[in-house]
């Protein structure tokens, strides 16, 4: 999210987590002060969630100084130490093009989740790439599934991996960082729709 107005927009159509990237050379980053409007503008219960893809420590301090995250995304290669410093919850997000989720989730047991985005390691996320959703996947933790995923495919997604949660940025899109209200809204309803439909 880029806008109070889109983050809004999200939570009202039901989401339950918006993403906030903090990472420069992303079209969708955005900074201290664009995000702690965003997220002072969040109904309650909604969660703020940070991406970062391999930023120092003093730079994630700084953002967590000033926005009031409440959950830590890592798209790089950060170390699980690294990920447990700053006393936040957080996702470990693995680029499944070449990424071996079963490393990571050994490394990371202290990840609230991992985040499954279809890149190749170490690139950036928000790519819309999608990933085999049919390979083995560990289960030791809660899976969240990304990468690539639209209103026509997230039902397949839930429906092969019966994940924790679904994580949409590009497909739901007009131009890069700007979200369509009316496919972010067709794109929840979906979810909605397919978990109903698996009695989960
Ligand atoms: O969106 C970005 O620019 C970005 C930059 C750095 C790390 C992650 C990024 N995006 C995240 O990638 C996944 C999948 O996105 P998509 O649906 O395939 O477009 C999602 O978590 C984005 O927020």
């Known amino acids: 999210m880029t806008t109070p107005e889109d983050a809004v927009m999200a939570a009202e159509a039901g989401a339950d987590a918006i993403g906030l990237v903090f990472h420069p050379p992303s079209r969708r980053c955005v900074t201290v002060d664009q995000a702690a409007r965003i997220v002072a503008s969040l109904p309650p219960m909604v969660t703020a969630v940070g991406l970062f893809l391999d930023a120092d420590a003093e730079r994630v301090?700084?953002?967590?100084?000033?926005?009031?995250?409440?959950?830590?995304?890592?798209?790089?290669?950060?170390?699980?130490?690294?990920?447990?410093?700053?006393?936040?919850?957080?996702?470990?997000?693995?680029?499944?093009?070449?990424?071996?989720?079963?490393?990571?989730?050994?490394?990371?047991?202290?990840?609230?989740?991992?985040?499954?985005?279809?890149?190749?390691?170490?690139a950036a996320g928000g790519s819309g790439e999608a990933f085999d959703w049919g390979q083995p996947l560990p289960g030791s933790h809660r899976i969240i599934v990304a990468g690539g995923l639209r209103v026509d495919n997230v039902a397949q997604a839930v429906q092969t991996i019966r994940p924790w949660g679904v994580d949409c940025s590009s497909g739901v899109e007009s131009s890069p960082g700007i979200k369509d209200r009316r496919l972010v809204a067709a794109f929840i309803e979906e979810v909605h729709r397919v978990q109903r439909y698996s009695g989960d």
């Open 61 to 122: 301090r700084d953002v967590i100084s000033q926005v009031a995250l409440d959950l830590l995304q890592f798209h790089g290669s950060e170390t699980p130490g690294f990920c447990e410093r700053f006393g936040h919850r957080y996702l470990k997000a693995i680029g499944m093009a070449g990424g071996d989720p079963w490393a990571v989730a050994r490394d990371h047991p202290q990840a609230a989740g991992l985040l499954l985005d279809g890149h190749p390691p170490g």
